[in-house]
Nanobody, 116 residues
Framework: QVQVVESGGGQVQSGGSLILTCEAA??????????MAWYRQAPGKQRELVAT???????TYEDSVKGRFTISRDNAKKTVFLLMNSLKPEDTGVYYC????????WGQGTQVSVSS
């Protein structure tokens, strides 16, 4: 099963920015055929879909992050990025990447903590 590794999380103040990175352990050609997504899980809540990017780089966003988060990909590096601006305390959680179907092996995620 394909494994992913997320990184880039940290502690920031409200209004700050972070860039998350997700690298997939799969051949470049195969990665380029995957739609990809970022998810997050806030403390005590279920994992939720935050953003998606298709193979053609079409993107979708959960309403609360529209205009603040940007998902992008670099197929040559088998990597998906999530640029997060204007962070809010409610963005706090563990962020994961996977396909929209969730078919890849879930990674450890990367913790994002936003203080007010």
């Amino acid at each position: 099963q394909v494994q992913v590794v997320e990184s880039g999380g940290g502690q920031v103040q409200s209004g700050g920015s972070l860039i998350l990175t997700c690298e997939a352990a799969v051949a470049t050609l195969i990665f380029s055929t995957y739609d990809m997504a970022w998810y997050r899980q806030a403390p005590g809540k279920q994992r939720e879909l935050v953003a998606t990017i298709t193979t053609r780089r079409a993107t979708t966003y959960e309403d609360s992050v529209k205009g603040r988060f940007t998902i992008s990909r670099d197929n040559a590096k088998k990597t998906v990025f999530l640029l997060m601006n204007s962070l809010k305390p409610e963005d706090t959680g563990v962020y994961y990447c996977n396909r929209p179907s969730g078919s890849l092996k879930w990674g450890q995620g990367t913790q994002v903590s936003v203080s007010s």
